[in-house]
């Protein structure tokens, strides 16, 4: 089956999203008005207003009704630096509830150049397929002698089939399993992915393999030549700023030594202070072993993506993705591992099979000490002995969550639900927000962190917000917040202070930005989307209309959670958070009042004590479509 479809012409956008019904083997395709895009703009902000639209709380996310969608932004395929991001957005299989995923990568941009905004995929197909998206032209095709590779060989077949041109995203084993912490992973051994969620498991659920897209179409934009201009202009700037000796030398994980001194990174389960071993896996550390070269993702001037080489020993790996500062936290520290090639070589494995390397991180580590304290035996685990600081234990187990062997097949379903599985005290043991776990920042360490958690749409989330970042000295945009909302351990002014913040990062998501790039505009990252956002579409935009954008794009977001079943009683840390103190360190006492701030919060979003938004809320946002429906 083949199509093809030439956009409507809409400067800055390709002009449709392809739509793919699996279950008829239909492809059409979907055109947005101006009014929708300039409302919701592109990447998380149009994928959540296809969901609230086609979704509910009757929609199972593993099944054939739920929607899938792959998002780009109208900067991506450009010239502009650091725009070149896509993001899935569905119902997660995880929490139940808002999904968003975002990769970095050559895929974004090569979908744009390959003639569409975005992907749409419902229904599920009856056997294996992938989707192939070619200068415009769109075919499903049998993907059976795909079906149990894993990601880079599924993305070494593409480059042989369709071009070294053509980059591709899929699903490896635990996504075919239908794991709830499965990845959807791009650029083949490059290994960027859309992680968080259980997306991959979503993808496998619709015996939907892999997507190839290829091309050379143009972006259209209404000031061409001015647009590459100020790109050009702003690459350098960005190249040679804050990031270029931090980030581009040492990766994401350049500040793993003073998270540790901080009280922010993982260890041990989040049951301990401070941790020698982090100079051993910090990024300096990587430079000066394992570190062969810097990584770009598309439309990157940057490069704090890692390649690695282990050239000897049981952990020898030819030249790989490198681990990233989430990994090194999640599979590191918080696993008591401080040997860099064993790590690389986990990251490699969970790349491999499509994993989260979060939510594995985590809930190997929930495994672990739950084997310590007696809730899981031997027995359960097929004869595996789990340790601290056991690399080849937990190498075991990520193997046996891909492949839902033994205890392995509840591991794989996410810490949440092995935890309520195992019963007893192990819910105590499992660190997640809504089911979704923990991504390496400790909210005892900052407590704006604490609040974006309980107020993420997805659940734990870091990048809702980013305000840890600032809390901890990076500096950021200046806000609408009095400077004592930077205090780690203070509460004055942080409703403001993590709702602005969201509101502001909606905004980079819609754009599927790199959120690195806000270190490169000076602080004032609004001034400069307003320029390319102008240059690109022709759009006669303020600073506080995109404010708004970012402000309504959250509060969809939350509507869409509200529409799904969530109640307040959701807005809550784990256990361990607010039951134990690290101990040591740098956060050793401190147990944020997340209730506190969430009073806060809500008066500041204008939503009432239980997390409804107001009548005037939805009027002034124009969402107010939304409030029968809730």
């Known amino acids: 089956m083949f199509e093809e479809r030439k956009g409507k012409m809409q400067y800055g956008y390709m002009g449709s999203y392809v739509r793919v019904d699996l279950t008829e083997g239909n492809i059409t395709f979907q055109t947005f008005s101006d009014e929708e895009l300039r409302k919701y703009i ?29 998002n780009t932004g109208p900067l991506v395929g450009t010239k502009a630096p650091n725009f070149g991001r896509y993001h899935v957005v569905t119902k997660s299989p995880l929490t139940g509830k808002y999904a968003e995923a975002n990769s970095g990568g050559k895929f974004g941009p090569a979908l744009r150049k390959s003639g569409y ?38 993305g070494d077949w593409m480059k042989e089939t369709y071009g070294k041109t053509s980059v591709c995203c899929c699903i490896g084993p635990a996504g075919e399993n239908l794991s709830r912490i499965a990845a959807i992973m791009n650029d083949g051994r490059d290994g960027r992915t859309a992680a968080r969620c259980g997306v991959g498991a979503v993808m496998g659920s619709k015996n939907l393999k892999a997507i190839v897209v290829r091309g050379n179409k143009e972006v259209p934009l209404f000031d061409k030549d001015r647009f590459n201009a100020v790109s050009k202009e702003w690459s350098q700037k960005i190249a040679n700023g804050p990031g270029k000796d931090v980030l581009g030398l040492y990766g994401t994980s350049c500040g793993l030594e003073g998270t540790e001194v901080m009280g922010d990174l993982p260890i041990k389960n989040w049951g301990q202070g401070n941790f020698e071993g982090a100079k051993k896996i910090c990024g300096p550390a990587m430079a000066e072993t394992i570190l062969t070269k810097r990584y770009y993702c598309g439309q990157c001037v940057i490069g704090c993506g890692r390649v690695v080489e282990v050239k000897e020993g049981k952990y020898a790996l030819e030249e790989s993705a490198g681990p990233e500062y989430e990994t090194l936290g999640t599979l590191g520290a918080n696993l008591l591992i401080d040997d860099l090639a064993a790590i690389s070589t986990m990251n490699v494995l969970c790349n491999r099979y499509g994993l989260d390397t979060i939510s594995a991180g ?25 340790k601290w600081g056991d690399p080849d234990s937990a190498i075991a187990l990520i ?32 660190v997640h927000v809504r089911g979704l776990e923990f991504p390496a920042h400790d ?44 205090n780690r351990f203070g509460y004055e002014g942080k409703g403001a202070f993590v709702a602005q913040y969201q509101d502001l990062m909606a905004l980079f998501d819609s754009l599927t930005g790199c959120k690195f790039v806000i270190f490169g505009f000076e602080g004032k990252p609004l001034e400069k989307i307003r320029m390319f956002l102008e240059l690109a579409t022709g759009w006669d935009i303020t600073e506080e209309e995109l404010m708004e954008t970012g402000e309504r794009i959250m509060n969809l977001k939350h509507l869409y959670n509200l529409k799904c079943g969530w109640t307040a009683e959701e807005a809550k ?22 209730g506190l701030m969430l009073t806060q919060y809500n008066k500041v979003r204008c939503w009432n004590e239980h997390g409804i938004p107001l009548k005037e809320t939805l009027d002034r946002l124009g969402l107010e479509w939304t409030a029968p429906s809730m």
């Not at 958690?453 to 997805?458: G, K, N, V």
């Not at 809702?464 to 909302?485: I, M, Q, R, V």
Request: hydrophobic content about 35%; proline content about 5%; some cysteine.
């Open 443 to 486: 909210p005892r360490g900052a407590n704006g962190l604490a609040l974006q958690y309980i107020t993420s749409p997805r659940g734990a989330c870091h990048l809702s917000s980013f305000t840890h970042d600032f809390e901890y000295g990076g500096g950021g945009p200046k806000l609408n917040f009095p400077d004592e909302a930077f």
């Open 362 to 386: 985590c809930t190997v580590s929930f495994a672990i000490e739950a084997f310590e304290k007696g809730l899981l035996t031997k027995d359960d685990l097929g004869g595996l002995e789990l």
């Open 399 to 430: 193997g046996k969550i891909a492949r839902r062997e033994d205890f392995g097949y509840w591991l794989a379903e996410g810490s949440k639900i092995a935890s309520e599985k195992l019963g007893g005290i192990a819910p105590q043991l499992a």
């Open 117 to 154: 905004d975005g992907i749409i995929v419902t229904g599920k197909a009856k056997k294996p397929v992938y989707l192939s998206i070619d200068n415009g032209k769109v075919e499903l095709l049998d993907a059976a002698e795909l079906w149990g590779k894993d990601t880079y060989e599924v």
């Open 42 to 70: 592109g990447g998380t902000g149009l994928g959540t207003k296809i969901l609230y639209d086609e979704t509910d709380i009757t929609t199972d996310p593993l099944g054939p009704e739920n929607v899938l969608t792959f």
């Open 573 to 594: 840390l784990p256990y361990k958070m607010y039951g134990i103190t690290r101990g040591s360190g740098g956060a050793a006492d401190n147990i944020p009042n997340a």
